[in-house]
């Protein structure tokens, strides 16, 4: 009975535990629908998220593409421009090149000619070699023959005098050394017609290469310098035309077709110019670097000496390397160098160059090696000026203000033509807008003037008695000299002026011993940068 009641009781209960069931699934239920609306809104939030992330990127990839194509498009308007560039120096080199040849054949032919025509006065004179080669000349095709008549043609159309020295030839064929180097002292005036004849003049020596060894006897002499420490006029132009001598020989090496090289530099000829090498170079120790400038005419010669009787392999290339600044003025500073073989020591070169404050200097060797990229011109020449316009210390002695302030002056005048004429040179106008320089240049040199028109101006008058006693006569003033107590301010700071365009070559392949390539006419040059001045001449 108990057993039934309790059942009873259990299923009466059935129906409130259904309902509570009921009421608790239902409270899950509205449970349930508030987690996944949660759900939804935080996969709704995700998704959204993702979707800016991804128009940002997408954004971002588009602005970073056309940065690209713009690198791109500027990248290849500065190749195209580079490749014009290149081909023009191309075609200007091929240019150069047409013109040195023209100028080497109308040279030689015109010197065969002047023979010819010498030898029916003096027959003696023209030897077996020569007349071979005026049967070659008779033998040319009339218009190779045509061209060079009217080479000459325009030769005398410029009223420039051909002159012909038979005596430069005697004087090669004796063997003469000590004639030689006194008979182009003497004719200093034609020195452009005498380097044109000199290579030819040569060829008619027994041993030409022992003739120029010769002439480099006294380049160092035994008497010792004037009490002043300065090296005589007679030393320099005896130096010159050691150099000049050397420079004509290696012009004629080049032309292979009148003289065979193994012929002229035997291995005998290469031990004794070894040997005079071996003899310099201790001396070139004594030198100052910062001293000579870039314009060292012993080191030059030294390395001319090794280019010439192809020597240079016997020596260190990196203690040649360090004679590079002395020489780094000259026009034929890089051309040396490839033929050295020291084209890979270039950029060490540079920044000892850039070190010393020669920022032209290492721009020009810059451009030479084609080593602008990492020597970049633009830099180098703004802090050139800027350290030309910097105060030097003041010297023992105290200078005035106005002394110093004229020295900065004077420095950043002889900076600023040499940084035009750079600019100039190597197409750099486009980098470097000249106008600025120009003006500031404009500016000091009205600025010295007004200011050597007002010291005219100031000078005190003589009042010295007349000589018939009737009052004072003005004191005459000497208005051609410009006195000034000042030092001269090129000795660090050079004027970087020259009369021909100091161009470089750019890199060539060369090969042989003793090709040295030079032009045959440097117009008024004698082994540096400069034209020949009589004072530097014997």
């Known amino acids: 009975m108990e057993n039934t009641e309790s059942v009873a009781t259990l299923i009466d209960s059935t129906t409130s535990k259904i309902q509570q069931l009921q009421k608790a699934f239902a409270e899950l239920e509205s449970h349930r629908a508030v987690t996944l609306n949660l759900k939804w809104k935080e996969l709704e939030e995700h998704f959204h998220g993702l979707e800016r992330s991804l128009k940002r990127r997408f954004h971002e990839l588009e602005d970073q593409e056309k940065e690209y194509e713009t690198k791109t498009r500027k990248a290849q308007e500065v190749l195209e421009k580079r490749e014009a560039a290149v ?4 075609q200007a080199s091929l240019g150069r090149l047409q013109e040195k040849r023209d100028a080497a054949v109308f040279a030689i032919t015109n010197a065969l000619q002047k023979h010819r025509k010498v030898s029916i006065v003096e027959p003696a004179v023209v030897t077996s070699d020569l007349q071979g080669e005026l049967s070659t000349i008779e033998d040319q095709p009339p218009e190779t023959l045509a061209a060079e008549s009217n080479l000459g043609e325009t030769n005398n159309n410029g009223n ?28 200093r005036k034609n020195l452009a017609v005498l380097r044109e004849e000199i290579p030819l003049a040569l060829k008619a020596a027994e041993n030409p290469a022992q003739l120029v060894l010769n002439s480099l006897e006294d380049f160092y002499p035994i008497e010792l310098p004037s009490i002043d420490g300065k ?3 007679a030393l320099l132009g005896l130096r010159r035309t050691c150099i000049m001598l050397m420079e004509c020989l290696s012009i004629l090496l080049v032309y292979t077709d009148l003289v065979s090289i193994s012929d002229v530099i035997s291995e005998d000829i290469k031990e004794q110019a070894k040997a005079i090498a071996e003899e310099w170079k201790p001396k070139l120790d004594a030198l100052d670097v910062d001293a000579s400038n870039g314009n060292s005419l012993e080191a030059h010669a030294f390395l001319q000496l090794l280019a010439t009787f192809g020597i240079a392999s016997d020596f260190d290339e990196e203690e040649l390397s360090r004679l590079i600044p002395m020489v780094s003025r000259r026009r034929q500073a890089a051309e040396l160098c490839r033929f050295l073989g020291l084209s890979e020591k270039m950029p060490g070169v540079i ?39 910097k105060t030097s210390p003041v010297k023992s002695g105290n200078a005035s203000p106005t002394a110093v302030q004229h020295e900065v002056n ?41 200011k050597k028109r007002a010291t005219e101006v100031a000078k005190p008058q003589c009042k010295r008695p ?11 003033t000497n208005v051609a000299v410009d006195k000034t107590f000042y030092p001269r301010i090129t000795d660090r700071y050079p004027q970087y002026v020259y009369d021909r365009p100091y161009v470089y070559t750019g890199p060539t392949d060369l090969m042989g011993s003793a090709t040295y390539n030079f032009s045959p006419n440097h117009g008024n040059y004698f082994g540096n940068g400069y034209q020949y001045q009589a004072p530097y001449l014997h």
């Open 410 to 450: 004077e420095r950043e005048l002889a900076a600023l033509k040499a940084v035009i004429k750079c600019i100039e040179e190597h197409k750099l106008e486009e980098q470097y807008p000249i106008d600025p320089v120009q003006k500031r240049l404009s500016q000091l040199e009205k600025a010295k003037a007004d």
């Open 351 to 389: 920044e000892v160059l850039i070190n010393s404050g020669r920022q032209i200097d290492a721009v020009n060797l810059a451009f030479a090696f084609e080593l602008t990229e990492q020597f970049s011109p633009v830099p180098l020449l703004k802090s050139y000026l800027k350290e030309a316009k």
């Open 87 to 90: 081909l023009a120096k191309e």
């Open 231 to 233: 090296k005589d006029s």
């Open 160 to 187: 420039v005098e051909a002159m012909s020295y038979p005596e430069l030839f005697k004087l090669c064929e004796a063997m003469d050394s000590e004639g030689l180097h006194k008979f182009i002292s003497d004719n």
């Open 466 to 476: 007349r000589a018939n006693g009737a009052g004072c006569a003005p004191r005459v």
